[in-house]
């Protein structure tokens, strides 16, 4: 049994479409427009029911304005933007393992890629001018640990308003599942990050 410790949200703005929030749970993918404020329950709708639940993982590929979701029933599913993404029809299957979990997900704009971890300490990178839509054939591991879930990975890019000369992804990665050690893998993003040799630890936690 798997033990989801944090449920993801994010924004989405710009030419996208109305700017707003999407936040998930055990059960659902929920939608907030910002112009309501999001500050009571009834502004939040639940959008989407992912067939093998709970949503662990957003993540938004803006080149091509699509949403994805990680499930901890083993899925990542996508939506274009243009659609609103608040049907289940809005939604598909991209990939589904059958068997693995996956824990996180997320887009960097440099490389044009997703990254999503999974409860096997393993990383998946999809490059979206693949359309990112036919499974295994698209989502390849890239990085193989003997560790547990990765519960999280972010990419270090550059952001309006701040001076970031850094680029790179760093994924948490928990070591045991006896206690609480976990590992930080950092890859360059200038190598690509498509290769297990481009990833390296650099933090051993507890």
Do not use: M
Request: aromatic share 12%; proline share 4%.
């Amino acid at each position: 049994t798997s033990y989801y410790e944090t449920s993801p949200i994010t924004y989405i703005g710009g030419s996208s479409g109305p700017p707003a929030i999407f936040a998930g749970s055990l059960n659902n993918l929920y939608k907030c427009l910002t112009s309501t404020n999001c500050d009571v329950d009834s502004k939040w709708a639940p959008v989407f029911t992912p067939p093998k639940d709970p949503v662990t993982g957003i993540a938004f590929d803006s080149a091509n304005a699509a949403l994805y979701i990680a499930t901890g029933g083993h899925t990542i599913e996508k939506c274009f933007i243009s659609t609103d993404c608040d049907n289940t029809s809005d939604w598909a299957v991209v990939y589904d393992t059958v068997s693995v979990s996956f824990w996180s997900i997320v887009y960097d704009p440099n490389t044009l890629a997703f990254y999503a971890g999974d409860e096997n300490g393993n990383i998946r990178r999809c490059a979206t001018s693949t359309g990112c839509d036919s499974g295994a054939t698209d989502w390849k591991i890239v990085l193989n640990t003997d560790y547990l879930q990765v519960t999280n990975i972010v990419a270090l890019t550059s952001t309006p308003g701040y001076s970031i000369t850094e680029k790179a992804l760093y994924a948490n990665i928990i070591e045991s599942v006896f206690g609480n050690a976990s590992l930080v893998y950092r890859c360059e993003i200038s190598t690509g990050c498509d290769v297990s040799t481009e990833w390296v630890i650099s933090f051993n936690g507890v």
